[in-house]
């Protein structure tokens, strides 16, 4: 942990927590020895914190029965976690909680000392986080608030949604388990009543949802956060190589999160990576054009030969039409 100012604050706060304490507890969450904690003990007896003490096996450590002390005592950087915080979730949620920000941090700057409040002021300023959402979020804050309250109040949604690829919309009722923000993009996690399943729906693609007064129970031992991991994260079902001329290796190392490079005496690169199926693969060769060829696997390279092909056929279609 920190200094022993943030250790004595610490211990006020945990104090604050339960009737009693005893040193040992106190000494393991705070990660000191037990003779650290009574010399704590002891500073803050001094300062006038009414700290009471009993001796045996059912004794401990507590502050005097119906005292609290101010809890928002924070460090410059304790503050500027707080604002930043505050900012990405107003980032993220847009005005589904921009009221709820302004107020909190309205509330903070209220409390902080003139110095402090300088300084989490300028890494305001300093420290700028953006772009995260991929989309603009306005366009779909109400869903994004019914969502929210149902999860919370558990209570089923009617939600008309477009699925990946489609025109078409269906109508279905889902038991929202969760909503999750992932790579710059919202979903909501739950139970489909129509596939009689639990499904992702990408929130952008809702295009409309009602709250239902029907409340639901979710599954047991379900955990939204596994379902998550193995269906927007799975494992890679193809290892892909390439070879990437050298006039553009340095962008694509750039731009490559999660490739292998080996790099060749000419100046070029073999790269390697884990894809969940080819449409992504296929469309990253074709987007660097002939400066990039696929080794493997041999169906992402007949698939690429295909693509430049039919792309060869359409513009000599075009060429000829032009004489």
């Not at 089923?156 to 489609?166: D, E, L, N, S, T």
């Not at 190589?241 to 962008?251: C, E, N, P």
């Amino acid at each position: 942990m920190g200094n022993v100012a943030t250790r004595l604050l610490s211990l006020i706060l945990l104090l604050q927590t339960r009737p009693t304490w005893k040193a040992s507890e106190l000494a393991a969450t705070l990660e000191v020895s037990e003779r650290t904690v009574h010399r704590y003990m002891g500073m803050l007896d001094e300062v006038g914190v009414p700290i009471y003490s009993e001796r045996g096996p059912y004794g401990g450590f507590s502050l005097l029965r119906g005292e609290r002390l101010p809890p928002l005592l924070f460090t410059a950087e304790e503050a500027t976690v707080l604002t930043m915080g505050a900012n990405l979730v107003r980032e993220v949620w847009g005005q589904t909680y921009g009221d709820a920000v302004a107020s909190a941090l309205a509330k903070l700057d209220n409390v902080l000392p003139d110095e402090m409040r300088a300084e989490v002021s300028e890494a305001r300023h300093s420290l700028v986080v953006g772009g995260l959402a991929r989309r603009n979020p306005t366009l779909w804050e109400r869903s994004l608030d019914i969502l929210r309250h149902s999860v919370r109040d558990r209570r089923c949604v009617r939600i008309q949604y477009r699925a990946y690829a489609r025109e078409d919309e269906t109508d279905r009722v889902v038991e929202p388990y969760a909503v999750t923000f992932q790579m710059g993009l919202w979903y909501l996690v739950g139970y489909c009543r129509l596939r009689q399943d639990i499904r992702t729906f990408r929130v952008d693609r809702i295009r409309y949802a009602e709250a239902l007064p029907e409340s639901f129970t979710p599954a047991e031992g379900f955990s939204v956060r596994e379902y998550i991991r193995e269906t927007l994260w799975p494992s890679p079902d193809h290892s892909v190589v390439a070879r990437v001329d050298a006039s553009i290796a340095a962008m694509v190392r750039e731009e490559g999160h999660r490739m292998e490079f080996t790099e060749g005496d000419d100046g070029s690169v073999v790269v390697r990576f884990g894809a969940n199926g080819l449409d992504w693969p296929t469309a990253w060769a074709l987007s660097w054009g002939g400066k990039v060829e696929v080794l493997e696997p041999p169906e992402l390279v007949e698939r690429v030969r295909l693509a430049v092909e039919e792309l060869s056929s359409v513009y000599a279609r075009e060429r000829d039409a032009m004489r």
